[in-house]
């Protein structure tokens, strides 16, 4: 805003009343002495408008500048307050309210009442005792923070479940659309906004999508169901134009949003190019500056009570949005990638002379500081994801040390969903990663609070957590940095969310902010090399390693992992380990292991009280297949679809294998490897009932020739039941008549195999009903032929549902997604878990014994796969141990997919195991290959 002068409307307010008084005098006279001129006095011979007066009031407005009234901070009760909703008294919490750039932490109360926070930190006893009905919630110490607010989101006009009526979210009317508003698309019955509450979100803006290069006016909502369960009842503070043309002048406008998007996004859209998006842009400013201009002549005169012919106020509907960002009065979210766009939009602020809230997605940003200090007025702010990137050419340079870097250079730094890319439910764990790489903690938690507040220009009301604030805030169960943490309670407007909330028991670890790894090195390469730094390891020169200081090993033991030493803390416990050629061949002290024969130039690693575990498996996304997801000519492309009927005769009873399709060396393989993801295991990319036989392969080698680098090449037999085309049921027939042998050539002999459990079946499936008709049909074709088939459910969103049915059938299970979502109609019915549920999918699963793996659903997340395991046990509140969350993406993935050659690479962590957000990947430890890798 620095380069708009600060021009309140109150301060304005005594020189308009002046200037009023003058003008209706003359319009007084005029009006008395109608057809008469009088002599002494020209001026006063010219018609003036009867609304004259209306007219002066909006040319005065037409450059006031949004913000709260000047009296918003003496309100004592919230314009959103909903009747009824009882004082609530938060006592003994620890409260970072967002002040002191994130620094600020009160030990103290919180009182809300009326929609608002009424006191922070003590409160007189007298005040309490003041309220009758006053609701208290101890919260024992625990961490209390604004409400979460998620300044990138589609909820309600791209709804979950996604069914035909339920995109709201682009239109393909035109690449310049500033007259759309999301608002209209807003559904108020989005599965999604209860989940995302029970993350702790509290607000969140939801922009139209990004197929156009301006999609229109995006709307910040509360994310409560409110008594008029209407869609502009959860609109905070809604522009006054919102009515219609007629607004009270007088009264401070309130911020406006709206929505750009540059890049591959409009010129996909409408077949153009970037050349062709820019000049849309610069139309569209162009036709909204003459307006403008238009406007500022027009009210140049009226305000000199030059009348004459002056005629209607210039405006256009379709227009005045665009012209008011050009007056400065609207938060633009300009969804902008690569630094050519970001470079191409910079030029425009500076052709048009308006500025950028923030640039969104901006995964380029962080290579290009200097340039987004050239847009026109503030530096824009940047929203980001934490590691989901690579799908796209714009996305391939992105970088989860991003967030840091541009920190480091002062820009403001946000993290966003972009819901339902991700589930905003999880968009503090998207800060919670910025943080892992390197954002200090202040500006993680603002990242997802106070930052956002402000870019929207809503930091008045939410945000912080500040007497006259609306009293939106939530009551965690650990620190909210800490891997997990979810909250115990959530308060919108005062109004407690959560019914009846199940707060699972944190160590006492996840109490404070996490730790993070040293990742500086890291961050200067990810610069250095324009975000492509190397990511191979080198083996290393010595055959043997030495790890000291090491306090806790994992180990495989057949089908499951042991912990085999627990340090019990303090340096005497911790154990060394030495590894000769990839062999571990001794652990325990530095005596037992005799330490001392070894020659001084053996590598040495301390792992500073860290750990050593078997390493990990990611499955379900097409990991391996391509380098950039998006980009045909880097994908091995997708099987075509055997039920269609239209298939070339060479290809009708072929399967396809992935290891025919697998590339190696790609950028998100590399980083799986360096997260402790030695092998992906994927199957042909279909969504089209048989997909083909799974391989398992190496995440870290050159090619597929390397030694080593194809695990299996065969492991399952992999089909889905998930759309419908063609019907459900034709499916299931299909697959009925294929195990009961019925196929021909190479098809029908591979489920002949299935049949006689000779190979495993994985099916994607997420409905229950779906699943249920797959047990009845394993049962008869078991009746029939006698022995037992092997089958997996993937996906299986709904299985929670039929854990006992599916522990009866020995059917194994892959939660993929592993945190469950409700996407679609049959992935609905999910168990949401802590805070929502005491139970999850997996706690019920594997009290029925099924073998329960988690997955993945897209490639960038392998490298994610020890958090998802961590956050499973976490969620799963004790009933599983570290060994149990590590089989979880390990061996038990082994088992549900086939994969016979086990993994048995092994990872050494720093300073913690692979579960926790403070450990560090050192090192792969390979036996298959003999080697020792070391990281950085
Ligand atoms: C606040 O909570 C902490 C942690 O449970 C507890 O140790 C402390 O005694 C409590 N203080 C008050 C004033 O209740
Ligand atoms: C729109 O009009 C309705 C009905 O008169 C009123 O309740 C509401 O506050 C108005 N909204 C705005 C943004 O002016
Ligand atoms: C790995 O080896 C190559 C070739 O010897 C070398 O250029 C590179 O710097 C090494 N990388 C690391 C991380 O040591
Ligand atoms: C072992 O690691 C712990 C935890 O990082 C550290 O405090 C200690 O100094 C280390 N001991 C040695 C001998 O390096
Ligand atoms: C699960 O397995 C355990 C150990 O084999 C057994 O005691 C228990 O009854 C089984 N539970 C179910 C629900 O089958």
Same mark, same amino acid.
């Given at each position: 805003?620095?380069?708009?002068?600060?021009?309140?409307?109150?301060?304005?307010?005594?020189?308009?009343?002046?200037?009023?008084?003058?003008?209706?005098?003359?319009?007084?006279?005029?009006?008395?002495?109608?057809?008469?001129?009088?002599?002494?006095?020209?001026?006063?011979?010219?018609?003036?408008?009867?609304?004259?007066?209306?007219?002066?009031?909006?040319?005065?407005?037409?450059?006031?500048?949004?913000?709260?009234?000047?009296?918003?901070?003496?309100?004592?009760?919230?314009?959103?307050?909903?009747?009824?909703?009882?004082?609530?008294?938060?006592?003994?919490?620890?409260?970072?309210?967002?002040?002191?750039?994130?620094?600020?932490?009160?030990?103290?109360?919180?009182?809300?009442?009326?929609?608002?926070?009424?006191?922070?930190?003590?409160?007189?006893?007298?005040?309490?005792?003041?309220?009758?009905?006053?609701?208290?919630?101890?919260?024992?110490?625990?961490?209390?923070?604004?409400?979460?607010?998620?300044?990138?989101?589609?909820?309600?006009?791209?709804?979950?479940?996604?069914?035909?009526?339920?995109?709201?979210?682009?239109?393909?009317?035109?690449?310049?659309?500033?007259?759309?508003?999301?608002?209209?698309?807003?559904?108020?019955?989005?599965?999604?906004?209860?989940?995302?509450?029970?993350?702790?979100?509290?607000?969140?803006?939801?922009?139209?999508?990004?197929?156009?290069?301006?999609?229109?006016?995006?709307?910040?909502?509360?994310?409560?169901?409110?008594?008029?369960?209407?869609?502009?009842?959860?609109?905070?503070?809604?522009?006054?134009?919102?009515?219609?043309?007629?607004?009270?002048?007088?009264?401070?406008?309130?911020?406006?949003?709206?929505?750009?998007?540059?890049?591959?996004?409009?010129?996909?859209?409408?077949?153009?190019?970037?050349?062709?998006?820019?000049?849309?842009?610069?139309?569209?400013?162009?036709?909204?500056?003459?307006? #403008? =201009?238009?406007?500022?002549? $027009?009210? &140049?005169?009226? !305000? @000199? %009570?030059?009348?004459?012919?002056?005629?209607? *106020?210039?405006?256009?509907?379709?227009?005045?949005?665009?012209?008011?960002?050009?007056?400065?009065?609207? #938060? =633009?979210?300009?969804?902008? $990638?690569? &630094?050519?766009? !970001? @470079? %191409?939009?910079?030029?425009?602020?500076?052709? *048009?002379?308006?500025?950028?809230?923030?640039?969104?997605?901006?995964?380029?940003?962080?290579?290009?500081?200097?340039?987004?200090?050239?847009? $026109?007025?503030?530096?824009?702010?940047?929203?980001?994801?934490?590691?989901?990137?690579?799908?796209?050419?714009?996305?391939?340079?992105?970088?989860?040390?991003?967030?840091?870097?541009?920190?480091?250079?002062?820009?403001?730094?946000?993290?966003?969903?972009?819901?339902?890319?991700?589930?905003?439910?999880?968009?503090?764990?998207?800060?919670?990663?910025?943080?892992?790489?390197?954002?200090?903690?202040?500006?993680?938690?603002?990242?997802?609070?106070?930052?956002?507040?402000?870019?929207?220009?809503?930091?008045?009301?939410?945000?912080?957590?500040?007497?006259?604030?609306?009293?939106?805030?939530?009551?965690?169960?650990?620190?909210?940095?800490?891997?997990?943490?979810?909250?115990?309670?959530?308060?919108?407007?005062?109004?407690?969310?959560?019914?009846?909330?199940?707060?699972?028991?944190?160590?006492?670890?996840?109490?404070?902010?996490?730790?993070?790894?040293?990742?500086?090195?890291?961050?200067?390469?990810?610069?250095?090399?324009?975000?492509?730094?190397?990511?191979?390891?080198?083996?290393?020169?010595?055959?043997?390693?030495?790890?000291?200081?090491?306090?806790?090993?994992?180990?495989?033991?057949?089908?499951?992992?042991?912990?085999?030493?627990?340090?019990?803390?303090?340096?005497?416990?911790?154990?060394?380990?030495?590894?000769?050629?990839?062999?571990?061949?001794?652990?325990?002290?530095?005596?037992?292991?005799?330490?001392?024969?070894?020659?001084?130039?053996?590598?040495?690693?301390?792992?500073?009280?860290?750990?050593?575990?078997?390493?990990?498996?990611?499955?379900?996304?097409?990991?391996?297949?391509?380098?950039?997801?998006?980009?045909?000519?880097?994908?091995?492309?997708?099987?075509?679809?055997?039920?269609?009927?239209?298939?070339?005769?060479?290809?009708?009873?072929?399967?396809?294998?992935?290891?025919?399709?697998?590339?190696?060396?790609?950028?998100?393989?590399?980083?799986?490897?360096?997260?402790?993801?030695?092998?992906?295991?994927?199957?042909?990319?279909?969504?089209?009932?048989?997909?083909?036989?799974?391989?398992?392969?190496?995440?870290?080698?050159?090619?597929?020739?390397?030694?080593?680098?194809?695990?299996?090449?065969?492991?399952?037999?992999?089909?889905?039941?998930?759309?419908?085309?063609?019907?459900?049921?034709?499916?299931?027939?299909?697959?009925?008549?294929?195990?009961?042998?019925?196929?021909?050539?190479?098809?029908?002999?591979?489920?002949?195999?299935?049949?006689?459990?000779?190979?495993?079946?994985?099916?994607?499936?997420?409905?229950?009903?779906?699943?249920?008709?797959?047990?009845?049909?394993?049962?008869?074709?078991?009746?029939?032929?006698?022995?037992?088939?092997?089958?997996?459910?993937?996906?299986?969103?709904?299985?929670?549902?039929?854990?006992?049915?599916?522990?009866?059938?020995?059917?194994?299970?892959?939660?993929?997604?592993?945190?469950?979502?409700?996407?679609?109609?049959?992935?609905?019915?999910?168990?949401?878990?802590?805070?929502?549920?005491?139970?999850?999918?997996?706690?019920?699963?594997?009290?029925?014994?099924?073998?329960?793996?988690?997955?993945?659903?897209?490639?960038?997340?392998?490298?994610?796969?020890?958090?998802?395991?961590?956050?499973?046990?976490?969620?799963?509140?004790?009933?599983?141990?570290?060994?149990?969350?590590?089989?979880?993406?390990?061996?038990?993935?082994?088992?549900?997919?086939?994969?016979?050659?086990?993994?048995?690479?092994?990872?050494?962590?720093?300073?913690?195991?692979?579960?926790?957000?403070?450990?560090?990947?050192?090192?792969?430890?390979?036996?298959?290959?003999?080697?020792?890798?070391?990281?950085?």
């Amino acid at each position: 805003m620095d380069k708009y002068p600060p021009h309140r409307h109150g301060a304005a307010r005594p020189q308009l009343f002046k200037y009023l008084a003058a003008v209706v005098l003359v319009a007084v006279i005029t009006a008395t002495s109608s057809g008469v001129t009088l002599g002494w006095h020209r001026q006063s011979s010219v018609h003036v408008p009867i609304n004259a007066a209306e007219i002066v009031d909006k040319c005065r407005a037409l450059n006031v500048l949004p913000g709260p009234p000047t009296n918003f901070h003496e309100r004592t009760q919230s314009d959103r307050y909903e009747a009824g909703t009882p004082p609530t008294h938060i006592k003994n919490a620890t409260i970072w309210t967002g002040h002191a750039d994130g620094h600020e932490v009160i030990v103290g109360d919180i009182l809300l009442d009326k929609g608002i926070i009424q006191e922070v930190g003590r409160i007189k006893q007298s005040v309490l005792d003041g309220y009758k009905d006053l609701v208290t919630v101890d919260a024992q110490g625990a961490w209390v923070t604004p409400g979460i607010v998620d300044m990138h989101s589609h909820l309600g006009v791209d709804s979950a479940p996604a069914l035909r009526g339920s995109d709201d979210t682009n239109s393909l009317k035109g690449l310049v659309l500033p007259w759309l508003r999301s608002l209209d698309g807003l559904n108020t019955h989005d599965d999604a906004y209860r989940l995302s509450i029970s993350g702790g979100v509290t607000t969140a803006n939801v922009l139209p999508g990004s197929a156009d290069a301006i999609g229109g006016q995006a709307f910040s909502i509360k994310l409560r169901s409110t008594s008029e369960r209407s869609s502009s009842s959860m609109v905070i503070e809604p522009p006054h134009s919102l009515n219609g043309s007629h607004v009270d002048s007088t009264a401070t406008p309130r911020w406006r949003q709206m929505k750009h998007a540059c890049g591959e996004n409009p010129t996909r859209v409408y077949s153009g190019t970037r050349m062709d998006t820019i000049w849309a842009f610069r139309q569209g400013y162009e036709t909204a500056r003459k307006i #403008k =201009v238009k406007q500022d002549e $027009y009210c &140049a005169k009226a !305000l @000199d %009570g030059q009348w004459q012919n002056l005629g209607d *106020f210039p405006e256009d509907l379709q227009w005045e949005a665009l012209v008011d960002v050009l007056r400065g009065r609207v #938060k =633009v979210h300009n969804h902008c $990638y690569e &630094a050519v766009d !970001l @470079d %191409g939009i910079v030029r425009l602020t500076n052709e *048009f002379k308006f500025s950028i809230a923030a640039f969104h997605h901006a995964h380029e940003t962080y290579l290009v500081p200097d340039l987004l200090k050239k847009a $026109y007025g503030s530096t824009p702010a940047i929203a980001l994801f934490a590691t989901n990137g690579r799908y796209k050419r714009e996305a391939y340079r992105g970088s989860e040390f991003a967030p840091r870097i541009l920190a480091e250079n002062g820009l403001r730094v946000v993290m966003k969903s972009d819901h339902p890319v991700l589930n905003s439910r999880h968009l503090l764990n998207e800060a919670q990663q910025a943080h892992y790489y390197g954002l200090p903690h202040n500006l993680a938690l603002a990242s997802v609070t106070s930052t956002p507040a402000k870019v929207l220009g809503y930091d008045h009301r939410i945000g912080f957590i500040k007497p006259g604030h609306d009293a939106d805030v939530v009551v965690w169960d650990s620190h909210p940095l800490a891997l997990g943490a979810a909250p115990q309670q959530v308060f919108i407007d005062g109004i407690a969310q959560l019914e009846k909330p199940f707060v699972s028991k944190k160590p006492s670890s996840h109490q404070r902010v996490p730790k993070t790894p040293d990742f500086d090195k890291e961050a200067r390469d990810a610069v250095k090399y324009e975000g492509l730094p190397p990511l191979e390891l080198n083996s290393s020169t010595s055959d043997i390693t030495i790890f000291s200081n090491v306090s806790s090993v994992f180990l495989r033991e057949g089908l499951s992992v042991k912990e085999v030493i627990l340090a019990q803390g303090g340096k005497e416990n911790a154990a060394t380990v030495v590894v000769e050629n990839g062999h571990v061949t001794c652990f325990g002290s530095d005596s037992q292991c005799q330490v001392a024969q070894y020659d001084l130039k053996v590598q040495r690693v301390n792992l500073e009280g860290g750990s050593i575990s078997p390493a990990l498996i990611s499955f379900g996304s097409p990991l391996g297949l391509n380098h950039i997801d998006q980009e045909p000519s880097t994908n091995d492309g997708s099987v075509p679809n055997p039920l269609k009927g239209n298939l070339p005769s060479l290809l009708e009873d072929t399967v396809i294998r992935a290891v025919d399709g697998l590339q190696f060396s790609t950028r998100d393989a590399l980083l799986a490897y360096r997260a402790g993801v030695t092998v992906g295991v994927t199957a042909p990319t279909s969504n089209h009932f048989l997909s083909g036989l799974g391989v398992a392969f190496s995440t870290g080698l050159p090619h597929r020739l390397a030694h080593g680098a194809v695990l299996q090449d065969i492991t399952a037999l992999h089909i889905s039941i998930l759309s419908s085309s063609p019907s459900i049921s034709t499916q299931i027939g299909t697959l009925r008549n294929l195990l009961n042998g019925h196929g021909e050539g190479e098809i029908g002999k591979l489920f002949k195999k299935v049949t006689k459990g000779e190979i495993r079946l994985v099916i994607q499936v997420q409905s229950a009903d779906i699943m249920a008709a797959l047990i009845n049909l394993k049962k008869d074709i078991e009746k029939a032929h006698g022995k037992g088939i092997q089958i997996t459910f993937a996906g299986a969103n709904e299985a929670h549902l039929l854990a006992k049915e599916i522990g009866d059938a020995n059917i194994g299970v892959v939660l993929r997604p592993s945190r469950p979502f409700p996407g679609t109609w049959r992935s609905k019915r999910i168990l949401p878990g802590p805070p929502l549920s005491e139970e999850t999918s997996f706690t019920i699963l594997k009290e029925h014994n099924v073998t329960v793996g988690l997955g993945v659903e897209e490639q960038w997340s392998s490298r994610n796969v020890r958090f998802d395991a961590a956050w499973a046990a976490l969620e799963a509140n004790g009933k599983i141990s570290r060994s149990e969350a590590i089989a979880l993406a390990s061996t038990n993935l082994e088992h549900l997919l086939g994969v016979k050659n086990p993994n048995l690479d092994l990872v050494a962590v720093k300073r913690g195991t692979l579960l926790d957000f403070e450990g560090q990947v050192t090192g792969i430890i390979s036996p298959q290959r003999g080697t020792v890798e070391l990281l950085g």
